[in-house]
């Protein structure tokens, strides 16, 4: 039996038992089996590490229970409409894939608590993508080509973890303060040669990273932004040493990153893309 018919056998199952959860991961498929739009009652589908390239358009459209969508690394260059109609979306996953754009409508889906944006090759963000989505928790925009963070970010009032790591920002916009409870925010890797001075107006802020940018300099109201934090990451920067006054300030963190990442690190890290990552692709 070819894989093909194990994985129609295996969605049959799934739809036969009237299990909520699907896992399509890892399995080279190019396209969505049409089978997938009878589980109706599905809440989870893992789709990630396949090589899809035609959009799952008719496959989606049924599906209006879906709570998490997991496209992650595959090959698609334009997203299927019927997924703006799955408003039920607590988590979705688009990253690692070739897109270039995201559609303004993905601002629809407004019950994301995740939404997961890394490396899709975005030079910039539709206006008022993030208008409506006030219940959004996390968002990740790591590894693109951003420039800027587009003012209706402010909107995200529910957000507790960003990461635009590795972009080209130099600036932040301070609506980013009306973001009222966001405690983790990951700016390595862009082009930064000062702290933003928002970044003092965050008042929930506790880490915020800094690692891989310009910043030859802390002055002392820059320095007063921190006393609430509990990590400020500046490695990596032209700034290597700390100033004798910051003696005591183990929480900021200056000079060359080890080569072994300090669990501290690693925590940080595991907030990042988690959706669908644990996922086998197994059919049971």
């Known amino acids: ?18 299990e909520t959860s699907l896992n399509l991961s890892n399995r080279s498929l190019r396209a969505v089996p049409f089978s997938v739009s009878l589980c109706t009652f599905l809440q989870n589908l893992y789709l990630n590490n396949n090589e899809l390239i035609i959009p799952p358009t008719e496959q989606l459209s049924p ?18 409409d019927t997924l703006w109609n799955l408003t039920s ?3 979705l996953n688009l990253s690692h894939n070739p897109l270039g754009q995201i559609p303004v409508q993905l601002g629809q889906l407004k019950n994301l608590h995740e939404l997961w944006l890394t490396n899709l090759n975005l030079y910039d963000l539709p206006i008022n993508i993030f208008m409506n989505l006030n219940q959004l928790e996390k968002l990740s925009l790591k590894s693109n080509h951003l420039r800027r963070l587009p003012t209706d970010i402010g909107y995200l009032i529910e ?8 972009n080209e920002l130099n600036d932040l916009p301070d609506c980013l303060q009306d973001c009222l409870h966001l405690s983790y925010l990951n700016l390595n890797g862009n082009n930064f040669i000062h702290i933003p001075s928002v970044i003092g107006k965050i008042s929930s802020l506790n880490v915020v990273c800094f690692q891989r940018n310009a910043i030859a300099e802390i002055n002392d109201d820059t320095l007063l932004m921190f006393s609430s934090m509990t990590k400020v990451d500046l490695r990596e920067n032209p700034l290597v040493d700390k100033p004798q006054h910051w003696k005591g300030l183990e929480f900021i963190k200056v000079g060359r990153c080890m080569d072994v990442i300090s669990l501290e690190d690693e925590n940080d890290e595991n907030h990042s893309e988690s959706l669908g990552s644990s996922h086998d692709g197994n059919l049971e």
């Not at 093909?4 to 038992?17: A, F, L, P």
């Open 63 to 80: 599906l209006t229970n879906l709570e998490t969508l997991s496209l992650e690394q595959n090959q698609l260059t334009i997203l299927p």
């Open 159 to 166: 957000l507790r973890w960003l990461s635009v790591e590795d």
């Open 1 to 18: 039996m070819d894989d093909d018919d194990d994985v129609e056998k295996y969605i049959h199952h799934i739809s036969n038992i009237k």
């Open 89 to 91: 979306l607590l988590r």
